[in-house]
């Protein structure tokens, strides 16, 4: 099992651009998660679903939208970048119920 | 304000000598989570408790879950250079669905 993988794990932006971090898992996990992390900093929530087709904004959700159109995939996309977005951004799963959440090894982003 | 607080912030210890990390709430916890981190990697699950009173070992790490369910600690036995990295609680507060974390607290460990 490859659990939860994120690409791409370093990437550079430009303000203004865009871009989709991408996440997947192949645990069969309803519940998935993005997260950001800045420097010295816990983890913030993002955004996230309990199942295909559903997606619920977290406490960060500006500037970010997501889709869940399968169970497996759960991509974050970034419309028009900017500094405040560089972080480290870490996507997650979980099956319902009391279950530890699996975190991916993270995509660092700078935007300069 | 954070919901969840975790202190002490930073901690440098000498190796061989026992340390604790608190975690609060001041909300009911459904489930409480320890990680770990290594510097600029990702989040290796440690521990999860969920009922009041719970504690939890492995090997010299251990946890636990107060009776009020609105606070833990983590211990960390004769520490050993590998326990450095930051540790992070991270737990269901207002719903079972969604995980809130704490700041994270910093450990060293000197030879």
């Known amino acids: 099992n490859a659990g939860v993988t994120q690409t791409p794990k370093f990437r550079i932006l430009k303000i203004g651009q865009s871009m989709t971090l991408q996440c997947t898992q192949d645990?069969?996990?309803?519940?998935m998660y993005w997260y950001r992390q800045d420097p010295g900093m816990g983890l913030k929530l993002i955004y996230y679903?309990?199942?295909?087709?559903?997606?619920d904004k977290g406490e960060v959700p500006n500037g970010y939208n997501v889709s869940r159109s399968t169970t497996e995939d759960f991509p974050l996309r970034l419309e028009l970048a900017a500094p405040s977005q560089t972080s480290v951004y870490f996507c997650?799963?979980?099956?319902?119920?009391?279950?530890?959440?699996?975190f991916g090894s993270g995509t660092r982003l700078t935007v300069v | 304000s954070q919901e969840l607080e975790q202190s002490p912030q930073s901690l440098i210890v000498q190796e061989g000598k026992n340390l604790t990390i608190n975690c609060t709430s001041s909300?009911?916890?459904?489930?409480l989570y320890w990680y770990k981190q290594k510097y600029g990697e990702g989040l290796i699950f440690l521990m999860m408790?969920?009922?009041?009173?719970e504690e939890k070992s492995h090997e010299k790490i251990t946890a636990k879950l107060d009776e009020k369910k609105q606070q833990s600690s983590l211990h960390i036995t004769a520490s050993q250079p590998s326990h450095a990295g930051i540790y992070l609680c991270?737990?269901?507060?207002?719903?079972?669905?969604?995980?809130?974390f704490g700041t994270g607290t910093r450990l060293q460990v000197t030879l």
């Open positions: 997650a799963s979980r099956r319902p119920g009391n279950y530890g959440y699996t």
């Open positions: 645990m069969n996990h309803n519940y």
């Open positions: 909300k009911t916890l459904y489930g």
């Open positions: 679903s309990v199942g295909a087709g559903i997606t």
């Open positions: 991270g737990a269901d507060i207002r719903t079972a669905s969604k995980l809130t």
């Open positions: 408790l969920q009922k009041g009173g």
